[in-house]
Every structure is written in structure tokens, then in C-alpha cells.
């Protein structure tokens, strides 16, 4: 529970503004509770980033074994899945790991080097949909799947960034439509 609503709290204020006494208040849980099951906020925070890594991590792997799907298809599903509650939400949040990748990459090593891990194990999933719509000939044997698996990854977290900016839907449009009409043919 303290995870859940740390998590949650994290997502909206970022880890530095988040305090751990909020937590314990909102959790109704005695302080020495929180000690009990975490070290310290770091381990705190980096088992909230553990469970943000796990629910992304599971809803890939249920697109990348749905083969009654093309990949490209599963794959622009994956992607559009974290955006819908994002957009409902009237583009607050964003992704908790792209959030937290800002906001601690430069200060926290630990942080950093656990979020580069998880960064990475998306982009090996999403090269292996590219690999597999390219031996099915949904995609150019020329493109090199590896560089377009880093640069979808990439360019989908700018995405939601420019949504949060933006408060509208519009550069998610233009992401499918360059991604899926242009770049992915």
C-alpha cells in the first residue's frame, strides 16, 4: 500500500518534492512502519521505480507474445496504451520512468544506471517486434531495426513531454502518422 500511494505521489510531484511523511499520512501508516520495509527513501524510491518497470514490463510482454497480431500493430498498440490513460488524465503525469529519468539522471547514479537497465530492456522489446515484422515483410530489410527500435523509444518519451506541454492528443497524432504511415514502410 505505502508503494501504491508513494508511487502515486511520486508520479504527480516527482521524487524530490514527494517526503516521506506525506507518504506515511496518506498511507496511515506510523513512521516506523516505513523502516521497517525500506532502508531509506532511496530504496524507497527505487523499489517504486521496480514496480513502475513491472507493470510496463508485463503489459509488453503481453503484446510482444499476442501473435494474432502483426508486430507492427501490437506494437503501435503498446505504444498507444500508456498514452490513453495519459490523455484521460488531461495530460498530467506522463511516464512515472521518464519523469523520474529527468528529474534524477544527474544526481542519483543508482537512479540512473536502474533506469538506463529498464530503458534498454524497452528498446529490446520493441527491436524484437521491428525484427519480427521484418521477417515477415511488414517492414524494409534494408532498415536497420535496432536504430529504430532507440530512435521509436526515444522519440515516444519527447512525445509525452510534448503532450504535457501541449494539453492535446495533436503530436501523438503526428507520431503515428510519421511513425506508422511514413518511417515504419
Known sequence: MMLEIGARLIHQKGYNYTGIQEILKEAKVPKGSFYFYFKSKEDFGL????????????TLQNYLSDNTLSPLTRLKLFLNEFLASFIENDYQGGCPLGNLALELADTHEIFRQKLTDIFESAIKAIHALLDQAQKQGDLPSEKDTKDLAQFLFFSWEGLI??????????????????????LLV
Not at 47 to 58: L, P, S
Not at 163 to 179: A, E, W, Y
Open 47 to 58: 523499489q517504486v521505480i521496480d514496480q513502475y518497470a513491472n507493470h510496463i514490463g508485463n
Open 161 to 182: 513531454m510534448q503532450m504535457k506541454i501541449s494539453k492535446t492528443s495533436q503530436p501523438l497524432d503526428q507520431f503515428n502518422r510519421v511513425v506508422f504511415e511514413q
